[in-house]
């Protein structure tokens, strides 16, 4: 599915009934669907993300910002955050199936008519910036709602799109695509704003993909350093809170906690409790529920309210709705023998991928702890821990995606098919939902074969104790990779491009082949080495 996120703030956090009409308004868009409201009286801001295909995602973003206008008056407004108008900022960000560029698209087009048909200057940021001096969205914002006018009299500060007229009432919004950000607050033991703002320049000073402003929020009497993490990928949750907390200590002061606002990536959490991990000396190829928990007690994210991650994290809100991942075992096992077309083999293929994965994340942590292990080996435990870890979580939710595919065909085969033309609207959809269900075990097929690197090393290495674990880790990715490939080929006949099928039925066998041999081997190597731990020492008998 094309889907792209968007995170819009809104200088609106006391007023619940303009929060609520604006979060209607996206929500009322078919396709749209609102992950989470998250309004700060203090800062007197909401930040709304929601979800959409990309054309819905203009088309809900035009009816919230159109909201906003009409129920927000920036000639009153009064709050700690940075804002330029009613509807401050509206970025794009790619999530699934869509690119940075096609969100910079998407940027241009909701700008242009929010311009056109509601008078409200929109400029333009990150990856949609006209020109270098407005990527940064602190350089758009400066001056803020106060210094707009000032800011649309001059010629180099005209907006992209609308005249350079002040539109009193909405001020002027903001619009680009970006990456994916975490909005991230660091609490303070002071209710001093000053100290807050030293703190943020020193973490701004640093150079680092952080942005930082310190303020006091009212409701909890402390004030707190402000961050956007802008790349995660350069600076992550654990580095913005070791940040703070080192410059809070040479100040004399001391962080009492965290919270995000609004959601936030899973990955984000896992590395995070995964280098916690790391740093105690245990294993970082830690399931991901189990990361997320450290990274919730490390960061403290509940010391100033409830922080629940299956309500915050960006992939767990899109799979609230799924109807297997999040079965229990019993009630899984029962679906599967249900007389219905899902779940099939590919779902129990997923299943069989994440079981194997799991066990192969769990002997190279024991391995890990085990005393004595050396440094080099615990480096390559974690590589491999991690990975397989990451690999159970993704074939977890491939349980729903498969199904969700294989649904997708069998809708596609009811549509009618009476006139020539909506016969050839069948036969299309028929052949991109067969594409899909295809493409689903293809990718579950591949990241099998991905781990077979892993499950060989272990079986080198991994400590003898759990050689029956790995040897089912094995069997599991054999009997997996069998499965997906089979599910692979069944839906091959029904795809249309003769050329694609036959590189995809190609590449399928030789993974198939490969996985085969190779969990083959190991499994053969783990069987000797339990058959022969299971002969008793000379001279020993067993008792």
């Not at 206008?69 to 509807?87: F, N, S, V, Y």
């Not at 799924?322 to 779940?343: D, N």
């Not at 694609?500 to 053969?524: H, M, N, Q, S």
Request: glycine residues 10%.
């Amino acid at each position: 599915m094309r889907l792209v996120e968007c995170v819009p703030n809104f200088s609106e956090g006391r007023d619940r009934g303009t929060i609520d009409a604006i979060a209607a308004a996206i929500g009322e868009v078919e396709g749209a669907t609102v992950l989470d409201v998250d309004p700060g009286a203090g800062a007197n801001r909401t930040v709304i993300t929601f979800v959409a295909p990309p054309d819905a995602a203009v088309e809900a973003g035009f009816a919230a910002i159109r909201t906003a206008a009409e129920r927000i008056d920036m000639r009153r407004h009064k709050g700690e955050h940075p804002r330029l108008g009613a509807t401050d900022v509206f970025p794009f960000v790619p999530v699934s199936g869509v690119t940075m560029a096609e969100c910079a698209a998407l940027a241009r087009a909701l700008g242009e008519r929010v311009a056109a048909e509601l008078r409200i200057p929109v400029y333009l940021y990150e990856h949609a910036a006209t020109r270098p001096e407005r990527r940064r969205l602190a350089d758009v914002r400066a001056g803020e709602y106060e210094g707009l006018a000032a800011k649309l009299a001059d010629p180099a500060w005209a907006p992209d799109f609308g005249a350079a007229a002040l539109n009193a009432g909405a001020g002027a919004t903001v619009i680009g695509a970006r990456k994916v950000l975490a909005a991230y607050n660091v609490n303070l033991d002071t209710p001093d704003r000053r100290a807050a703002m030293r703190i943020a320049r020193q973490v701004r000073e640093l150079g680092r993909p952080i942005r930082a402003i310190g303020w006091t929020i009212p409701e909890y009497g402390q004030a707190q350093v402000s961050m956007n993490l802008v790349d995660l990928d350069e600076a992550g949750l654990l580095d913005a809170f070791d940040t703070v907390v080192r410059f809070a200590g040479e100040a004399g002061l001391r962080v009492t906690g965290s919270e995000l606002v609004g959601l936030i990536p899973e990955r984000a959490l896992v590395e995070a409790g995964r280098h916690v991990l790391r740093r105690q000396g245990r294993s970082p190829a830690a399931p991901a529920d189990e990361a997320i928990g450290v990274a919730v007690r490390t960061l403290g994210l509940r010391d100033v309210g409830p922080f629940e991650p299956d309500e915050r994290i960006i992939e767990r809100r899109l799979r609230a709705s799924h109807r297997l991942g999040g079965l229990t075992v019993e009630a899984l096992i029962g679906r599967f023998g249900a007389a219905a077309s899902t779940p099939g083999g590919g779902s129990a293929a997923a299943l069989a991928a994440a079981c194997s994965a799991s066990l192969a994340g769990m002997v190279a942590g024991i391995t890990y702890e085990k005393k004595g292990a050396a440094p080099e080996l615990q480096a390559e435990l974690a590589t491999v821990g991690t990975a397989a870890q990451d690999v159970a979580e993704s074939a977890t939710a491939g349980i729903d995606e498969d199904a969700a595919a294989y649904d997708g065909v069998v809708a596609a085969m009811k549509l009618p098919k009476g006139t020539p033309e909506e016969a050839t609207r069948r036969r299309t959809a028929i052949g991109a939902a067969a594409r899909r269900a295809a493409e689903v075990p293809f990718a579950l097929l591949r990241s099998v074969a991905g781990t077979m690197d892993g499950l060989e090393a272990l079986a080198r290495r991994g400590s003898p104790s759990c050689a029956s674990d790995l040897l089912a880790s094995a069997t599991l990715a054999a009997a997996a990779a069998e499965t997906a490939h089979a599910n692979v080929l069944a839906n091959l006949p029904l795809v249309p491009d003769a050329r694609w099928t036959r590189r995809a039925r190609e590449k399928a066998e030789a993974l198939r082949k490969d996985v085969a041999r190779r969990a083959g081997a190991v499994a053969a190597r783990l069987r000797r080495a339990l058959a022969a731990a299971a002969v008793p020492a000379k001279g020993k008998g067993r008792r």
